[in-house]
């Protein structure tokens, strides 16, 4: 099914090898050339081989972009659900919510790195564990998010990450965006599964935007996408410097998309 709601974009600032000025500027850069949201991640080491570089934590950061940017989206991409308590997030997430005057986007994920997670002190379970979790995690947050007071500014968009198809469901169940690392006809496979088990339960499923992150030319890489199904489109930069070049375009080509 082919869905032509409005594109946006996004970018995904990792929170490593750099000094977090660095990080809160390409935030307010990013935030200035009109990118629609603004993610980092939710992990306690630099990604690759080499752990040693500089790192900082996902969500006292949230909240402190929530004051140091004034209209993209903010978020996580993504929390992971087994590194902290459930009823603790959703009540984090209503306060940056607030802080952010209505704009954070609550990301969440099962969790892939046991290593960082021992690390740490969490347990690590199956894949299949860590669904049930992030599932039981979703609930609990559903719930508390009703009986927070104050209760957030708005309806906080949840976006789940997943690609199996038990974690699938959870996204037709839960999830106001879906972030998929699918692509071509195996994208198009996993969209029409979320489809299905949204009409199983009564749910539109054009309800729930597709997103996933993109690299490279968006005048060839976008278009495709966009036939898929896909609604958002995230590029990832690093640091030291967080070169936002190819941002740029992306934004020129959303906007050309979304004037037609």
């Not at 752990?51 to 006292?60: A, L, P, Q, V």
């Not at 998929?180 to 599964?193: I, N």
């Not at 309800?207 to 968006?218: D, L, S, Y």
Request: net charge neutral; glycine share 8%.
């Amino acid at each position: 099914m082919t869905r032509r709601k409005a594109v946006r974009v996004g970018i995904q600032l990792a929170p490593e090898r750099a000094a977090y000025a660095a990080i809160r500027q390409a935030a307010n850069e990013a935030e200035a050339l009109g990118v629609d949201a603004v993610f980092n991640w939710d992990h306690f080491f630099p990604l690759g081989k080499d752990r040693s570089g500089k790192h900082f934590e996902c969500w006292t950061m949230l909240g402190a972009w929530a004051e140091s940017t004034a209209r993209a989206e903010i978020g996580p991409l993504v929390s992971c659900a087994a590194y902290r308590n459930a009823d603790l997030v959703a009540d984090m997430a209503r306060t940056v919510d607030h802080i952010s005057r209505g704009r954070l986007i609550l990301g969440l994920g099962a969790g892939f790195r046991g290593w960082e997670a021992k690390e740490y002190g969490y347990e690590f379970g199956s894949p299949g564990q860590r669904v049930r979790e992030l599932g039981a995690a979703l609930q609990r947050i559903e719930r508390r998010l009703t009986a927070l007071n104050p209760p957030p500014t708005r309806k906080i968009p949840i976006l789940v990450a997943a690609d199996g198809a038990k974690s699938l469901r959870l996204v037709a169940q839960y999830a106001d965006i879906w972030h998929t690392f699918a692509d071509g006809d195996d994208l198009s496979m996993k969209s029409h599964q979320i489809d299905d088990y949204c009409r199983q339960t009564g749910r539109d499923p054009t309800e729930i935007e597709r997103a996933t992150f993109v690299k490279g030319n968006p005048w060839q890489a976008g278009p495709p996408l966009r036939e898929r199904g896909v609604g958002m489109f995230t590029l990832i930069a690093h640091g030291p410097e967080f070169n936002l070049n190819e941002l740029h375009q992306w934004l020129v080509w959303r906007d050309n998309e979304n004037a037609h």
